[in-house]
């Protein structure tokens, strides 16, 4: 059986994107989750992460703790937190918030680390306040970096919310679980698929971002 030609088959097939384990509704949810566990992370890593570069406390710890989650399996913590929080979109989307975490703060804090110290010292020369010198000197100039942690986050994240279907929950995950239960091994494709597809428009969105924030100097050295 030619599974690509079926898969292409079934993605073009207009009767596949409607209902509720409809292609539509299946992408909106993994996007929705995909979205909530990345702006979960943010506002637990983007705060934090900027104290973190911009007192120099802490460092060592953030550095340590981000490597040692990172080495967490994420199926693992889903299934540990499915059996403290049952089924359901809580214990996927606590997942996705520790899987995200890191590279988010790990973004923030090398973003306000690699600000130009000219720049900084002159701020602070002029009389700026530390808060001033955060919000409209360091946290400007890294901003491409904290786009890139975000950027790198949300890559984790689209790929690894398909697991979100493994306590129940919606998502893509839902056709590939459904699929390997089933042997429908082309609804696995199709599911795997439309993922990439996912983290590719991702990957292009924060792109432009991470372009449109830096710096007018880092623009023109990079387009020379």
């Known amino acids: 059986m030619n ?17 509720a384990m409809g292609l539509g ?3 909106t949810q993994h996007v929705g989750y995909s ?9 637990i890593g983007v705060p934090l992460g900027w104290w973190v570069g ?16 990172r080495a967490l399996p994420t199926l693992g913590l889903i299934t540990l937190f499915g059996l403290a929080l049952g089924i359901g979109l809580r214990a996927p989307l606590l997942a ?3 899987l995200a975490l890191p590279s988010v703060l790990a973004g923030a804090y090398t973003g306000i680390e690699a600000a130009d110290r000219l720049a900084v010292d002159g701020a602070r020369a002029s009389g700026m306040s530390e808060a001033q010198v955060l919000t409209r000197v360091e946290i400007p100039l890294g901003a491409p970096q904290l786009v890139g942690g975000l950027r790198s986050a949300s890559l984790q994240v689209i790929a690894t919310a398909t697991l979100a279907a493994y306590t129940g929950a919606g998502g893509l995950g839902r056709l590939m679980f459904l699929g390997l239960k089933t042997q429908d091994y082309t609804s696995m494709l199709v599911a795997s698929f ?3 597809v996912l983290a590719l428009g991702s990957e292009a969105v924060f792109s ?7 710096p007018a100097g880092t623009r023109h050295r990079k387009d020379s």
């Open 25 to 27: 509704a299946l992408m």
């Open 96 to 98: 996705l918030v520790v």
């Open 35 to 43: 979205l909530l566990g990345v702006g979960v992370s943010a506002l």
């Open 3 to 19: 599974y690509l030609q079926s898969t292409i088959d079934y993605v073009l097939n207009a009767e596949n994107w409607t209902g």
């Open 194 to 196: 439309l993922v990439v």
């Open 54 to 69: 911009h007192t120099g406390k802490g460092r060592g710890m953030a550095v340590t703790v981000s490597g040692a989650v």
């Open 208 to 214: 432009l971002i991470q372009r449109a924030v830096a």
